[in-house]
């Protein structure tokens, strides 16, 4: 079983940027997408972005424009750029990856907070 860990989260003010990162323990194939989830206290988890193995991308609506997803694969590893950021997206992110046999991982979160 691979392991995901997240990394890069911080207390940030806001129209500030915070990159994320999400490592796997091991070299991995048979991806089907990476994904960035996040869930703020009392809120559902929510999906921030995704990047399918054909680069093609989704993004939350409210994300849009602000943040990007990417991926080293020579590195096994998924980002997620932050720009402009707001209050609204603190929260915990997580970052998770399914494999192509229908398989999911997930990392352990990592805390973003925006705050001036």
């Known amino acids: 079983q691979v392991q995901l860990v997240e990394s890069g989260g911080g207390v940030v003010q806001p129209g500030g940027s915070l990159r994320l990162s999400c490592a796997a323990s091991k070299s991995i194939f048979g991806i089907y997408s990476w994904a960035w989830y996040r869930q703020a206290p009392g809120n559902q988890r929510e999906l921030v972005a995704r990047?399918?193995?054909?680069?093609?991308?989704y993004y939350l609506d409210s994300v849009k424009g602000r943040f990007t997803i990417s991926t080293d694969m020579s590195e096994n590893t998924v980002y997620l750029q932050m720009r402009s950021v707001k209050p609204d997206d603190t929260a915990m992110y997580y970052c998770?990856?399914?494999?192509?046999?229908?398989?999911?991982?997930w990392g352990q979160g990592t805390q973003v907070i925006v705050s001036s």
């Open positions: 990047i399918h193995s054909d680069g093609t991308t």
């Open positions: 998770n990856l399914i494999f192509s046999e229908g398989s999911t991982s």
